[in-house]
């Protein structure tokens, strides 16, 4: 029985469907927050929730991407790289005189290509989508050392007002920004005919173009939106450190991004997902290491429980597959 009919058992109510797919989820993050506010005097300040909320921005804006490209049935494991160039290009261009946000302009179009890139290699060469784009996370975290010669690079108080500015006098720009981005994915996965075309995609590709659905044109389009928003991560990256340094981004950001879509309950063979579960998944992850930091726990352990989560994620998600 699921969280959701136990639910509808005992309370004689029913969840709404966006709701109650993601219930047990909700379930988990309310129970870390519990205990964690139970035992941490720090955990419910403002400080501290501003703090988590800046740094979760970045994974919302990629994983927002990586959601829309895997219900099509594709995946991506580059934006953590294209994110690391992206912000050692803003932070080099800035250096180097150019304006700030003609920077950011640069480096948006470059996280472009490189997804168009990407796109094409996949459905031009049809090679698979987890090898074309781990080659070119490969390539890219080259590029972005190389850019950096292995220092920081500051941009000073350049991009202030992206990575220290705020709202209403209390919300984070970054914070914004990324549920403006989250708003506007959610969306188009929801009320566009392009997002209607990914779903169909997902589920079945040959069936999605015998039907006339434009799938070539389509995964091109879902790899660069996909690149955009990666650049658009560093670019918050580099506002938000105030600047560019080695390391910044990479592999260890893209899992992250891959575990957040993943909790959140989006195929990983295409077909179905919600941005909703992928926003709780990117709350689950970010909540899950501030309360290992405010427990004083070895920061190894973070990496085993966000192993375990995405695992038990990954076999809820096979599941549910299954059944469907």
Same mark, same amino acid.
Request: proline share 3%; glycine share 14%.
């Given at each position: ?24 989820? *909700? ?22 929730? $501003? ?72 459905? $031009? ?25 292995? @220092? ?21 720009? *970054? ?13 188009? @996965? ?67 991004? $891959? ?27 970010? *909540? ?21 989560? *995405? ?14």
């Amino acid at each position: 029985m699921s969280a959701a009919s136990a639910f509808r058992d005992r309370t004689g109510l029913s969840l709404p469907p966006g709701v109650a797919r993601h219930v047990g989820l *909700l379930s988990v993050l309310l129970l870390i927050g519990l205990f964690t506010s139970l035992n941490s005097e720090v955990f419910l300040t403002t400080p501290n929730l $501003v703090n988590v909320s800046q740094q979760v921005a970045v994974v919302a804006v990629l994983a927002a991407g990586l959601t829309l490209l895997m219900t099509a049935g594709g995946i991506d494991f580059s934006l953590g790289a294209i994110a690391a160039v992206s912000h050692a290009v803003v932070a080099k261009l800035i250096q180097g005189g150019m304006d700030e946000w003609a920077a950011v302009l640069v480096a948006l179009a470059l996280g472009t290509a490189i997804g168009l890139v990407n796109g094409g290699v996949v459905t $031009v060469f049809s090679v698979a989508p987890f090898v074309a784009t781990l080659a070119s996370s490969t390539i890219l975290t080259g590029v972005a050392l190389l850019l950096l010669d292995g @220092m920081s690079v500051s941009i000073g108080d350049h991009l202030a007002v992206l990575g220290f500015g705020e709202l209403f006098g209390a919300i984070p720009s *970054l914070v914004v920004l990324a549920v403006l981005v989250c708003l506007a994915v959610g969306v188009l @996965m929801r009320w566009s005919a392009f997002g209607r075309n990914a779903f169909a995609i997902g589920g079945n590709e040959s069936a999605a173009r015998l039907s006339g659905i434009p799938v070539v044109r389509s995964k091109l389009l879902l790899y660069a939106l996909g690149g955009f928003l990666a650049a658009l991560g560093g670019v918050m990256l580099v506002a938000r450190l105030g600047a560019a340094s080695p390391g910044t981004g990479g592999l260890p950001l893209e899992l992250t991004v $891959v575990a957040a879509v993943v909790i959140g309950g989006t195929s990983l063979h295409g077909g179905s997902g919600t941005l909703v579960g992928t926003v709780l998944g990117v709350l689950l992850l970010g *909540l899950v290491a501030n309360s290992l930091n405010l427990l004083q726990i070895d920061p190894v352990y973070q990496d085993i429980a966000v192993g375990t989560v *995405l695992m038990i994620a990954a076999i809820v998600n096979h599941q549910r597959g299954r059944r469907t």
